[in-house]
T-cell receptor, first 114, second 112 residues
Framework: KAGVTQTPRYLIKTRGQQVTLSCSPI?????VSWYQQTPGQGLQFLFE???????NKGNFPGRFSGRQFSNSRSEMNVSTLELGDSALYLC?????????????FGSGTRLTVV | GDSVTQMEGPVTLSEEAFLTINCTYT??????LFWYVQYPGEGLQLLLK?????DKGSNKGFEATYRKETTSFHLEKGSVQVSDSAVYFC???????????FGQGTRLTINP
């Protein structure tokens, strides 16, 4: 079956702009979570959605937001981009979003803010 | 809060050497434990997992045992290959938490 698809793979944006990243989970999976990976901070949890509801949120400013659609596809948005937002953004798909089901990651979107 | 501590890297070994990457965790209850691997320019791939104490996860020659008494989940492989060169992440998912908490990652390089 198809894996987790993230688009686009690469993005270059200018400070102050906004960006939207997309994630299509594995068919049948209802949970989508997002992570930010940077060399300095490592992998940090952004938020998790299940059946269009945000169930959990990490410690990120309000400029980071997300949503999930009825087909389980998810988007995350970052407004007023800062240089420090440059990172690899990873999406994880899960049947129910709990540990015993496991999480499958996409290849990520590499965002560069200049 | 929940946390994961991995041995610092980078780790450099020769082909066919024995590998151990240490991982300890702090969490209440019985979290699920994972090892993920990341190859250059790619996302994370699940290597193995364990969901309860004394479970052993295994895949592609890698093994890790969930040790509740020592709160550890060390990754081992008896004979590494050049193709095992990657960054390895230990992670936990606490009961009801709907997220993963990662260690800082360990970069492994295997020389022929």
């Amino acid at each position: 079956k198809a894996g987790v698809t993230q688009t686009p793979r690469y993005l270059i944006k200018t400070r102050g702009q906004q960006v939207t990243l997309s994630c299509s989970p594995i068919s049948g999976h209802r949970s989508v979570s997002w992570y930010q990976q940077t060399p300095g901070q490592g992998l940090q949890f952004l938020f998790e959605y299940f059946s269009e509801t945000q169930r959990n949120k990490g410690n990120f400013p309000g400029r980071f937001s997300g949503r999930q659609f009825s087909n389980s596809r998810s988007e995350m948005n970052v407004s007023t981009l800062e240089l420090g937002d440059s990172a690899l953004y990873l999406c994880a798909s899960s049947l129910a979003g709990t540990g015993n089901y496991g999480y499958t990651f996409g290849s990520g979107t590499r965002l560069t803010v200049v | 809060g929940d946390s994961v501590t991995q041995m610092e890297g980078p780790v450099t070994l020769s082909e066919e050497a024995f590998l151990t990457i240490n991982c300890t965790y702090t969490a209440t209850g019985y979290p699920s434990l994972f090892w993920y691997v990341q190859y250059p320019g790619e996302g994370l791939q699940l290597l193995l997992k364990a969901t309860k104490a004394d479970d052993k996860g295994s895949n592609k020659g890698f093994e890790a045992t969930y040790r509740k008494e020592t709160t550890s989940f060390h990754l081992e492989k008896g004979s590494v290959q050049v193709s095992d060169s990657a960054v390895y992440f230990c992670a936990l998912s606490a009961v009801g938490a709907q997220k993963l908490v990662f260690g800082q990652g360990t970069r492994l390089t295997i020389n022929p």
